[in-house]
């Protein structure tokens, strides 16, 4: 049988993963939770992580995705003036490429 130490390195994937199988209809909990050296009340605690995870994240369904970073302002400020110059460059070149069609034409 595993030891406990074995036990603490499953990966969070690795235990959802026994969460969803234990939880198959007619699933042999007692051999899944074997085959990871675990034993029932492991399956109650993933069982309560799961569901805590799970309501704060529909607690807070705005909170999904990238977490939001505070850039320094002259970085913004920077990176700002880098957008209206390019966008400068490309009306310029959308400019001369108008002109030579026509000059084509």
Request: charged share 30%; aromatic share 4%; glycine share 6%.
């Amino acid at each position: 049988m595993n030891s406990k130490k074995e036990r603490l390195n499953l990966t969070p994937e690795q235990l959802f993963d026994i969460y969803l199988e234990c939880n198959a209809p007619g699933a042999p909990i007692k051999t899944i939770l074997g085959r990871y050296g675990l034993r029932p009340w492991d399956l109650v605690a993933i069982r309560k992580k799961v569901k805590t995870a799970a309501m704060e994240a529909l607690a807070h369904p705005g909170k999904q995705g990238r977490k939001q970073q505070v850039i320094p302002a002259e970085q913004y400020q920077r990176v700002s003036k880098e957008l209206i110059e390019t966008k400068d460059a490309l009306a310029a070149v959308g400019h001369e490429l108008s002109l030579l069609k026509k000059r084509t034409s």
